[in-house]
């Protein structure tokens, strides 16, 4: 499946952007969907994650009560909304792809299959 990530830019801190993620070359609704993110010289790192059947989602600490996670799979496309951002949430967003099994842990980037090219989010302050 290829991923195509778009949305990101220029916000003051408190501001908000929704990301998306749109999906093609496969069967979207098959897939656990996942959001990572990666500050300049440090490593990649989960942000939120929904499942493919159930919708449940999962949140990285920091991002909790400010980010959500969703996904249409009529459209192929998941998006994140992000409020309340902060200068510590730029960085560049990448959406990924998984076909693991349910019980997997979706915060960990091994998990996924597939990966879009990332989208720059940049929070002044």
């Known amino acids: 499946v290829q991923l195509q990530a778009s949305g990101g830019g220029l916000v003051k801190a408190g501001g908000s952007l929704r990301l998306s993620c749109a999906a093609s070359?496969?069967?979207?609704?098959?897939?656990?969907m996942g959001w990572f993110r990666q500050a300049p010289g440090k490593e990649r790192d989960f942000v939120a994650a929904?499942?493919?059947?159930?919708?449940?989602?999962l949140y990285e600490d920091s991002v909790k009560g400010r980010f959500t996670v969703s996904r249409d799979n009529a459209k192929n496309t998941v998006y994140l909304q992000m409020n309340s951002l902060k200068p510590e949430d730029a960085a560049v967003y990448y959406c990924?792809?998984?076909?693991?099994?349910?019980?997997?842990?979706?915060?960990?980037?091994?998990?996924?299959?597939?990966w879009g090219q990332g989208t720059l989010v940049t929070v002044s302050s």
């Open positions: 990924a792809a998984s076909r693991v099994v349910s019980g997997a842990d979706f915060s960990k980037l091994y998990n996924y299959n597939f």
């Open positions: 929904i499942k493919r059947s159930s919708g449940s989602t």
């Open positions: 070359g496969g069967t979207f609704r098959n897939y656990h």
